[in-house]
């Protein structure tokens, strides 16, 4: 099964090169209730299928990025879950973006829905949060 999350829409400050999350009332910090995952020497938390990162005055999207840590496509099946277990919304890890598609946490390694199995996506640092 292969699940889609809906995208927030990514807004540009002129000043600035990267992507916001508008309108977003929660602070997020330790203590906030979300899932903290260091990221590219930062703390992102994951809420709604979103990496979010304050940033002075508001909340920048991330994803993770394809790279060789992270890889796409078909990689060596992912191990954490039993083989009847379906990632999707409510199945109890959370979504993460990564390049174009969503994966899912699950003990710290990225989880992608391929087929009957997932593959592995590469390993993020869980934090306290």
Known sequence: MYF??????RTFD?????????????EHGPG??????????HVDYV?????????????DEHAI?????????HTQPAAGHDGAHAHGPDCGHDPIPHGDHVDYLVDGTLHH??????D?????EVVAG
């Open 32 to 41: 906030c209730g979300h899932t903290a995952v260091r990221h590219d020497g």
């Open 65 to 73: 990025a394809v790279d060789a840590d992270h890889p796409d496509g």
């Open 47 to 59: 809420h709604d299928g979103h990496l979010h990162h304050p940033h002075e005055d508001h909340v």
């Open 120 to 124: 592995l996506h590469g390993t993020l």
């Open 4 to 9: 889609t999350m809906p995208r927030a829409r």
């Open 113 to 118: 829905p391929h087929g009957d199995h997932c």
């Open 14 to 26: 002129r000043m600035s090169p990267h992507a916001t999350h508008p309108h977003h009332d929660h």
